[in-house]
């Protein structure tokens, strides 16, 4: 039977408690499939283990994970450490040496639930958003001097490469070609951002030439967010880069219902290093403890995960048992309106995986 070895990494918040349903989740969806089975290996990576040692994960940490067909990751960050530092210290600290470039996050209205776009139910909304993951507003370039004096100056350079473009434009003009309406939207800021964005948009068009049988289009990313909220069929697979796109796919959440869905996975598609599944939601510490996180954000990401291992049959599965769960209002938790518990909608997404005869 084929084996699967996922690193588990919690992380802080509400993390362990939407790992832990995601990880009952998968355990029963492998079961159910009968062709392969999770071993998961746990790690305390976070917040709590950086205010006792001084580190997120220990120093050969990646080496202790490098060797995983995947990660399934929770949320960083705790309201007694500064956020950057939680999120360059174990989430970038993973994506970045593992070349995770790609991220992709799927937004759709699922069954049962209410968007807060007036007369949109369903179809009209179905996109992906891919954003670049490794460089540009996000590289890490700048500094800062003169601390607390009135001379005081800081910069965050965005850095973009040809390298960096070009792929995560094949990426996703590839992601566009295996949909079925075949349809690319660019995100930019060419108009203010002259060089480097500039650049983004020519790639682009170098990029569409190799892929003629997909239609795209180019999208200033302020009107894009009018696009999305009063277009949204008009919209299909977006690209953008790693500050759009992070804005762009909390607004694509929120349209679809509620962060707590969302999924994400953090690919590097060339599988020189294992890519890292997690929910799009942070650590919530608004509901810390609770027991009333909405785990489907980790069930669908588990979908993704089963996706990338070559498990087509298994990740529809478990797509069909969300869909399933999510029609049912009585099993919504309350950032959906609903009072259900986080263990209440894992028990009913394994419920509806064990009667699932397709
Ligand atoms: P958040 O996602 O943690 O919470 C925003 C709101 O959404 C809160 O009201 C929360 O209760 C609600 N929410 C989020 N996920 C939910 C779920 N699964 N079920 C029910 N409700 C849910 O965002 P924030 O408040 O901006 O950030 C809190 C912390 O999380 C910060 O430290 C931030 O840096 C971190 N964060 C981490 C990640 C990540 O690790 N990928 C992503 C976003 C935020
Ligand atoms: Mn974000």
Excluded at 85 to 102: M, V
Excluded at 225 to 242: E, Y
Aim: hydrophobic content about 45%; charged content about 20%.
């Amino acid at each position: 039977m084929r084996s699967y070895r996922i690193a588990a990494i919690p992380g802080d918040g509400i993390g362990s408690e939407v790992i832990a349903a995601g990880i009952e989740a998968l355990t029963a969806c492998a079961g159910r499939d009968g062709g392969f089975e999770f071993v998961f290996d746990h790690f305390d990576w976070g917040s709590e283990r950086y205010k006792k040692t001084g580190a997120f994960m220990p120093e050969d940490g990646r080496d202790q994970i490098k060797g995983h067909d995947a990660i399934l990751f929770g949320s960083a960050g705790a309201p007694d450490v500064p956020d950057h530092i939680t999120l360059w210290g174990l989430r970038l600290a993973i994506c970045q040496p593992f070349d995770q470039y790609a991220n992709v996050r799927p937004t759709r209205i699922l069954p049962g639930i209410v968007s807060p776009l007036r007369h949109v139910t369903g179809p009209e909304l179905d996109w992906v958003i891919v954003r670049e993951n490794s460089e540009g507003e996000y590289a890490g370039v700048g500094g800062r001097v003169h601390r607390g004096l009135p001379e005081e100056c800081a910069t965050d350079v965005s850095m973009f490469t040809r390298t960096g473009v070009a792929r995560i434009m094949r990426f996703a003009f590839a992601l566009a070609r295996s949909r079925p309406r075949k349809l690319l939207t660019v995100v930019t800021k060419s108009n203010a951002q002259r060089h480097a964005m500039v650049m983004w948009d020519e790639i682009a068009a170098e990029i569409a030439a190799e892929f003629p049988d997909v239609t795209w289009d180019k999208m200033l990313v302020d009107a894009m967010t009018m696009r999305m909220t009063l277009k949204p069929a008009t919209l299909d697979t977006i690209v953008a880069t790693n500050l759009h796109a992070d804005i762009l796919s909390d607004l694509a959440a929120a349209l679809a219902g509620s962060l707590g869905i969302a999924p994400t996975a953090n690919l590097n598609p060339e599988r020189k290093f294992p890519s890292m599944f997690e929910p799009i939601h942070g650590s919530a510490f608004d509901i810390i403890g609770k027991g009333i996180a909405n785990p489907i954000g980790t069930f669908w990401s588990g979908v993704m995960m089963l996706e990338h291992l070559g498990q087509p049959a298994a990740a529809r599965r478990l797509m069909r048992a969300i869909e399933r769960v999510t029609a049912d209002r009585s099993l919504h938790t309350p950032d959906l309106g609903g009072r259900a518990t986080t263990a209440q909608v894992t028990k009913a997404v394994c419920d509806a995986l064990a009667g699932d005869n397709e």
